[in-house]
Nanobody, 128 residues
């Protein structure tokens, strides 16, 4: 079992920044990849970013490229998502998800069904 806990969300003005953390506990943590997703009210959950266990490969949705940065510290069992230049349309609950076993497929990274474990989410609200 793996438990994921997100933190760092909050209320920020447009143009501001936040740093989200996804802390893992349990037997193992994301030996394949960790992803960040978000879900706004009335919308489907969408992929934001992902990073492999080694950190050697990252993925970003087009809507966040150049503004968000994903990173990880395996010694701390934590994955981070730096959110810069925030826009009101970034408002959502942000979730982290871990893929524990299997093979890394870049094409599957944006697919929420590919992941094995999910956190409870952290709210990000961007005011205009």
């Amino acid at each position: 079992q793996v438990q994921l806990v997100e933190s760092g969300g909050g209320l920020v003005q447009a143009g501001g920044s936040l740093r989200l953390s996804c802390a893992a506990s349990g037997r193992t943590f994301s030996r394949v990849a960790t992803g960040w997703f978000r879900q706004a009210p009335g919308k489907e959950r969408e992929s934001v970013a992902a990073i492999t266990w080694s950190g050697g490969s990252t993925y970003y949705a087009d809507s966040v490229k150049g503004r968000f940065t994903i990173s990880r510290d395996n010694a701390k069992n934590t994955v981070y998502l730096q959110l810069n230049s925030l826009k009101p349309e970034d408002t959502a609950v942000y979730y982290c998800a871990a893929k524990i076993s299997g093979i890394y497929y870049y094409a599957r990274v944006p697919d929420p069904t590919w992941y094995d474990y999910w956190g409870q989410g952290t709210q990000v609200t961007v005011s205009s």
